[in-house]
T-cell receptor, first 113, second 114 residues
């Protein structure tokens, strides 16, 4: 079985400050890891993914994420948050030998001006 | 726009009604999905289709009936729903149901069952 945990329901930061959204996962094999963002009244949009290789992956809108195999984590980061980054963020994992994509419950990010 | 269009955006139905949700993708993808999104819960995978053939029925009640007439269109037929079925229903597509390609989501249909 595979699962994703996003331990924080909400994250609040001031504009210009660094933003981190936490994610830990559990899979039996090698993980494929994804981050998606959902703006109000919209579907999920793909931000970035980790398949293999460099542990630091860069994605859209200045976001990056670091894969840590020993801690089974894939935290999303942005060095300087914008008010427009306020949204709901989902982490997702898929076992490389499976096709099912499992999502976390989401973390609401609020960036205040 | 993600290239995945869902209609209607909002739907209110009684428990005895029959309605259908529609999804269309303009991306040339081979796989299509239905997900259920409830507040504060992980997205629930309901159905997966690959080239019009169902590859996953994730223990979904029979009151939800999917239909995939071709690789660009996906329907979710609803009948005798329960209030707990109220949620945002998301359609998604991807180039293949296998591998590591990301999913492209529509904006969803917000369903309220009275």
């Amino acid at each position: 079985a595979q699962s994703v945990a996003q331990p924080e329901d909400q994250v609040k930061v001031a504009e210009g400050n660094p933003l981190t959204v936490k994610c830990t996962y559990s899979v039996s094999g090698n993980p494929y890891l994804f981050w998606y963002v959902q703006y109000p009244n919209r579907g999920l949009q793909f931000l970035l993914k980790y398949i293999t290789g460099d542990n630091l992956v860069k994605g859209s809108y200045g976001f990056e994420a670091e894969f840590n195999k020993s801690q089974t984590s894939f935290h999303l980061k942005k060095p300087s948050a914008l008010v427009s980054d306020s949204a709901l963020y989902f982490c997702a994992v898929r076992d490389a030998d499976d096709y099912k994509l499992s999502f976390g419950a989401g973390t609401t990010v609020t960036v205040r001006a | 726009e993600t290239g995945v269009t869902q209609t209607p955006r909002h739907l209110v139905m009684g428990m005895t009604n029959k309605k259908s949700l529609k999804c269309e993708q303009h991306l040339g993808h081979n796989a299509m999905y239905w997900y259920k999104q409830s507040a504060k819960k992980p997205l629930e995978l309901m159905f997966v289709y690959s080239l019009e053939e169902r590859v996953e029925n994730n223990s979904v009640p029979s009151r939800f009936s999917p239909e995939c007439p071709n690789s660009s269109h996906l329907f979710l037929h609803l009948h005798t729903l329960q209030p707990e079925d109220s949620a945002l229903y998301l359609c998604a597509s991807s180039p293949s149901w296998q591998g590591a390609r990301p999913l492209f989501f529509g904006s969803g249909t917000q369903l309220s069952v009275l």
